[in-house]
């Protein structure tokens, strides 16, 4: 037994089951963007010679039994027999999946909880042996010594009086490790069990799974033991969980769906019953073609779908649900004229708005494929392809339905409230003294809170957030993170030095110290580094500083076969000697701190590259995320700030701004839905100025009201029709318990609500400084027939 012992158990350790494969992987930077924590992972698997990407390591926490309410379990033989009880039913389980029967050993299972088998050992014969001393954390037995902390947790807490308590619940746990809490385990909050295996492909991960959630589902009937309860945490639990969230999306979106189909009825009430019926299943079939297409051109490529990529969907509705109401008021305005010649007009003023969002959607999401996480690469290329498609569906199936089926219900007298809403009137207060100022003032105001809610906005990521509110997964993280909170361990592999050669050894160590006593680690009490006791021991036989006698001190102390040290043996000589050592550090529940932390030990190990060392931790793929969240969005934010000019500089910061606002953070989700909304921002804005431009280019208008007026006429109502059918459409999807749908969901609301501000308000009032006051000359009576087509 020895102080390092625990390197294979808890190589992982608690951060090693946040999320599933399916979460982590894909979230992952890929090979080019992030060639440094991919090295780290790497070199991890090959020393233990697996596949880093089927590597699943998961817990089991013992707590007291729940009807009892009590919060500590009394040390005694009887807790601990339970719990070998419990680790050995896991180890034998057994579900059937696809009619076939999956065992544990079926999924590789590594044994990595020896360290609680060797206490309960020593336990059983502490009475009888003097020498046998186990004390919290690290414990003496038959001299040698092991760390104990890696299986118990809030040790002796009942001793703790009122004030710690205080500021404990304030500070997290101490780094130096109080009184009360050294010495013999009287009571513990928690046991914890750990648990890894390889799943490397999806068979593999589905009997996982189905094993996981057995015992997951065993944990809330809670019947396994009158003595204690458990929970389950692993990343398969937490993908059926997160699977289940997505059917209420479903369900949800459908009542969406029917809401937006009532509000277009209500928008097409000038159409016939059949004129309505036909429009809004070709307005609503094109985006949906579209996508089908989109996926189905991937699926036979052997694209792999994610999920993120259930968003594209809704994405793709909202922007062809949009085009169609352009097409459709456009049409409705051009009645006067011949079928093929008002075809003709349509597409040639609404074709060209329409083909520019297009492109401005296409190449957002385009810049996006070139993210360094997979997932959100993999989103952004079938949106991307999904909005072209959808871009020639418009005109493929859309615009020949209005030719077909358009027929308009007989003209009745205008209402009084229509004939004093019109757009000339809110041009008219748009534009003059008090309207400019007043839209001056709230764009200021718009932008101040803006600016406050991005100040406030930070990266991080929490992974309660990828599953169901109400999911029982919830209450069970809450337990962990008291875990987490003491244990968080960091493993390193290093090349080791000659033990001749002085200066080297002593530059090895003063690396290993600067990692122990780095910020949030508990120091040199706490790591598992078996070097120190082989120095020692070679010293205590007066042996020559040199690692010929490795495989001895190995098999003394009964850890040969844990593949804590690798060794290369030539002619009979030890070579080169690779270790497996683990700092413990106090856990940070601030992922953006932790990323940090982990950024920062990776500078220091670079700083000693003879060494070779490299850092594993469980969650590196989602740390790597998080400290290039943000200069990735910078740099998406700028490419398209380029391509799409000032509508994104207006739009992205003010979205950022109210999402802060809101409750977001800037996380992986955050990063998506940005990008995402890129696209989304210049819709309406490209609508508004396009049309200026033409405006501009004919010289048709006599001043700035007339052509504000003149654009509102020709975009205004489908604008405001788009929105709000996109704002129906999304309200549903609030009450989905799942973060990333609500998270969307902001996303869209808010981008529709400031798209349509900055459409019909800001914009026109910027144009309108920018507007002729001198039109170009041209032939009196056909200047006065445009003016009266303007004002029809």
């Known amino acids: 037994m020895d102080s390092s012992v625990g390197g294979e158990a808890h190589s992982g350790g608690w951060d090693g089951v946040k999320h599933g494969k399916n979460l982590r992987l894909p979230l992952k930077a890929s090979p080019i963007a992030a060639e440094v924590p991919r090295t780290h992972l790497q070199k991890f698997a090959d020393f233990y010679n697996i596949t880093y990407e089927g590597l699943e390591i998961w817990a089991v926490l013992v707590t007291e039994k729940r009807s009892t309410g009590r919060q500590y379990m009394n040390m005694s033989m009887e807790l601990l027999n339970e719990v070998e009880r419990l680790d050995k039913y896991v180890r034998n389980i057994t579900a059937e999946v696809d009619g076939t029967v999956v065992h544990y050993d079926d999924l590789h299972g590594i044994e990595i909880n020896y360290l609680f088998n060797w206490y309960k050992y020593a336990y059983s014969w502490s009475e009888y042996f003097s020498d046998i001393n186990l004390t919290y954390p690290v414990g003496h037995a038959l001299g040698h010594k092991f760390f104990i902390g890696s299986h ?12 710690r ?33 390889q799943a490397p492909n999806m068979t593999q ?27 389950v945490y692993g990343d398969q639990v937490a993908n059926s969980e997160m699977l289940r969230g997505t059917f209420h999306t479903v369900h949800l979106f459908a009542v969406g769906v029917i809401l937006m189909v009532a509000f277009m009825a209500l928008a097409f009430s000038d159409l016939t019953i059949g004129s ?57 305005r051009h009645s006067d004229q011949p079928i093929k010649e008002r075809m003709r007009t349509v597409v040639l003023q609404i074709g060209p708005s329409m083909a520019i969002t297009s492109a401005t959607n296409t190449l957002a999401f385009g810049v996006g494929i070139t993210s360094p996480t997979p997932q959100m690469s993999g989103f952004c290329l079938c949106t991307c392809l999904a909005i072209f498609l959808d871009f020639l569906f418009e005109f493929l199936i859309f615009a020949p339905t209005i030719v077909l089926f358009f027929s308009a219900k007989e003209k009745k007298p205008a209402k009084i409230v229509k004939r004093w809403i019109s757009w000339e009137k809110f041009t008219n207060i748009l534009l003059s003294p008090f309207g400019r100022i007043s839209v001056i003032i709230f764009t200021i105001s718009l932008y101040a ?34 875990v ?132 594993f931790d469980y969650d590196s793929t989602i740390y790597d995320l998080i400290i290039t969240v943000k200069d990735e969005l910078i740099k998406a934010v700028l490419i398209t700030f380029v391509c799409m000019t000032l509508a994104c500089a207006f739009m992205i910061p003010t979205l950022l701004g109210f999402l802060a606002l809101w409750g977001q953070d800037l996380d992986p989700v955050t990063m998506i839905n940005v990008l995402m909304a890129i696209g989304f921002s210049v819709d309406f804005s490209a609508h508004v100025c396009y049309h200026f ?59 529709a609500t400031l798209g349509l501000i900055h459409g019909i308000v800001i914009i026109p009032v910027c144009l309108s400084f920018f507007a002729r006051t001198k039109h170009i000359p041209r032939d009196n009576l056909v200047l006065n027939e445009q003016k009266e087509a303007m004002l029809e």
């Open 276 to 332: 309505q019926t036909a429009l809004i299943l070709s307005a609503i079939g094109s985006p949906a073609i579209a996508t089908a297409t989109c996926f189905a051109i991937l699926g036979w490529l052997g694209f792999p779908f994610n999920s993120i990529m259930c968003i594209t969907p809704f994405l793709v509705m909202g922007i062809g649900v949009d085009d169609a109401f352009l097409l459709l008021h456009a049409w409705r």
């Open 152 to 163: 118990f947790f809030g040790v002796n807490r009942h001793k703790e009086s009122p004030v």
């Open 165 to 197: 308590q205080f500021l404990l619940l304030l500070n997290g746990p101490l780094l130096i490790l109080p009184d009360f809490q050294r010495g013999p385990i009287e009571q513990v909050e928690f046991v914890t069990l750990w648990y890894m295996n």
């Open 484 to 615: 987490q909170s003491e244990y968080a361990p960091l493993n390193f592999i290093s090349a080791l030095p000659d033990l001749s050669d002085s200066p080297q050894l002593a530059l090895f160590m003063e690396m290993v110290e600067r990692l122990e006593y780095s910020e949030g680690c508990y120091g040199p009490e706490r790591t598992q580094i078996l070097l120190r006791d082989y120095i020692e021991w070679e010293e205590y036989k007066n042996n020559t500083m040199s690692f010929e006698e490795l495989p001895k001190f190995l098999s003394e102390r009964q850890i040969k076969d844990k593949n804590i040290v690798q060794y290369e043996t030539v002619n009979g000589t030890i070579g080169k000697v690779w270790m497996n050592y683990i700092v413990i550090c106090r856990g940070d529940l601030d992922w953006n701190r932790r990323a940090m932390k982990i950024d920062k030990m990776r500078k220091i190990i670079d700083q000693y590259p003879q060494f070779q060392t490299s850092l």
């Open 693 to 751: 431009h033409i405006g501009q280019r004919d010289g048709i208008l006599m001043n700035a009201k007339e052509q504000v007026t003149k654009i509102l006429r020709a975009v205004g109502r489908p604008m405001v029709e788009a929105s709000l059918s996109t704002l129906i459409c999304m309200v549903p999807l609030f009450f989905v318990p799942v973060y990333i749908i609500v998270a969307f969901a902001k996303t869209v609301c808010l981008v």
């Open 205 to 231: 991960r589905r009997r996982l799974q189905a094993l996981q959630l057995k015992l997951f589902k065993m944990s809330r009937v809670d019947n396994f033991s009158d003595l204690i309860s458990f929970d």
């Open 449 to 482: 809170f803006a600016f406050v809610g991005v100040s406030h906005l930070k990266p991080s990521f929490d992974p309660s957030k990828t599953f169901p509110y109400d999911s029982d997964l919830v209450v069970s993280l809450e337990k962990f993170e008291k």
